[in-house]
């Protein structure tokens, strides 16, 4: 029994959304671009061969968007912005390198992992080598705060990771454990990406802090969309496989809300799927109807919607222009996304 993520009407308009950003951003990141090609360069043939694999899969490069459009809504006009927006890129995909190792992920957009292809040891090195280059180029910009701020955000995603192997299979871990993982594996990195927006323009600190804020929290959003559509998507939409969370037996919001409002029994079904690992014939699709029964999904979106608001709140110290607005839609965009 499926439970569809009811975003349907909001889907045309958040792909428009994305659209408007693209466009606005879309010769600075095409600087973007040609600098991770670029920088991506190595004498080992591997290193730019299974880098590319993953950063040409069709990502959408929101976080580095997301620097390029903090940078201009705060007026910057240098060029340092590119530098750092190719270095967030780096930073991202060397933590979707090392996540489908720890995780051991077969899919990642609908394509094989670089794991499946060249082995979990290439994988961790060349995650290593895009760190570098992160660091690299942060220190061409010669802004020792902004690599103050990505550098921390790499320890606190570290963190975040190590957290949740340390909770994973744990059907006891409760909301406010769930939420500090998420805060620090994902929106740790929106946030950064934001923030050195405000930092290369030399804004104030009230408007920094804004931009941190607004990144921390569609971070958060983001990801807590991401728990409801690995139940409730489609696999067509999501590059992936609907209920891969559950068959890598993750505990995710929807799982965590369902487990603490079920009665004994469908306790123990979660014990016995997610905690041994004993999976059966029927058993997904019985998760997917105790989050059903519980409305599970539906309070895991609402409760992305609250982060999103938040998200929004921050940038109310800006003045409205068209950078204001794209971030703006670019929430909604996070909120209503079927992919």
């Given at each position: 029994m499926g439970v569809v993520v009811p975003l349907e009407d909001e889907r045309v308009?958040?792909?428009?959304?994305?659209?408007?950003?693209?466009?606005?951003?879309?010769?600075?990141?095409e600087d973007v671009n040609e600098f991770i090609r670029d920088r991506m360069a190595s004498d080992v043939p591997m290193i730019p061969e299974l880098a590319s694999h993953l950063i040409n899969s069709g990502g959408k490069r929101l976080r580095p968007m997301l620097t390029i459009a903090a940078s201009?809504?705060?007026?910057?006009?240098?060029?340092?912005?590119?530098?750092?927006?190719?270095?967030?890129?780096?930073l991202h995909t060397a933590?979707?390198?090392?996540?489908?190792?720890?995780?051991?992920?077969?899919?990642?957009?609908?394509?094989?992992t670089a794991r499946m292809l060249w082995g979990n040891q290439a994988s961790v090195l060349v995650g290593d080598f895009l760190l570098g280059r992160a660091?690299?180029?942060?220190?061409?910009?010669?802004?020792?705060?902004?690599l103050e701020i990505i550098a921390n955000a790499a320890s606190?995603?570290?963190?975040?990771?190590?957290?949740?192997?340390?909770?994973?299979?744990?059907?006891?871990?409760?909301?406010?454990?769930?939420?500090r993982v998420i805060a620090a594996k994902t929106?740790?990195?929106?946030?950064?990406?934001?923030?050195?927006?405000?930092?290369?323009?030399?804004r104030s600190t009230g408007e920094t802090a804004a931009l941190e804020s607004y990144g921390r929290n569609l971070g958060i959003a983001f990801q807590l969309i991401d728990d409801a559509l690995d139940y409730g998507g489609r696999a067509a939409s999501l590059g992936k496989n609907v209920g891969d969370d559950f068959r890598e037996r993750k505990i995710t919001l929807p799982v965590v809300l369902a487990f603490r409002r079920g009665g004994k029994e469908e306790r123990a079904f979660w014990e016995r799927?997610?905690?041994?690992?004993?999976?059966?014939?029927?058993?997904?699709?019985?998760?997917?109807?105790?989050?059903?029964?519980?409305?599970?999904?539906?309070?895991?979106?609402a409760r992305a919607r609250h982060y999103g608001a938040i998200a929004k709140d921050a940038l109310a110290i800006f003045p409205e222009n068209a950078y204001s607005t794209a971030l703006l839609d670019l929430v909604d965009f996070c909120i209503s996304r079927t992919y």
């Open positions: 308009r958040s792909q428009n959304a994305v659209a408007q950003l693209q466009a606005l951003v879309r010769e600075d990141m201009r809504l705060c007026g910057y006009q240098g060029s340092d912005h590119i530098k750092l927006a190719a270095s967030v890129e780096f933590t979707l390198l090392h996540d489908d190792v720890v995780d051991e992920s077969d899919l990642r957009r609908g394509k094989k660091f690299r180029l942060m220190v061409e910009t010669k802004s020792l705060r902004a606190v995603i570290a963190e975040g990771e190590v957290m949740q192997l340390a909770a994973a299979k744990d059907t006891g871990t409760t909301e406010d454990a769930y939420m929106a740790a990195l929106f946030a950064a990406a934001a923030e050195i927006g405000a930092v290369v323009a030399a799927t997610l905690r041994e690992g004993d999976q059966r014939e029927g058993d997904l699709e019985h998760a997917q109807g105790l989050m059903a029964k519980h409305g599970t999904i539906e309070d895991t979106i």
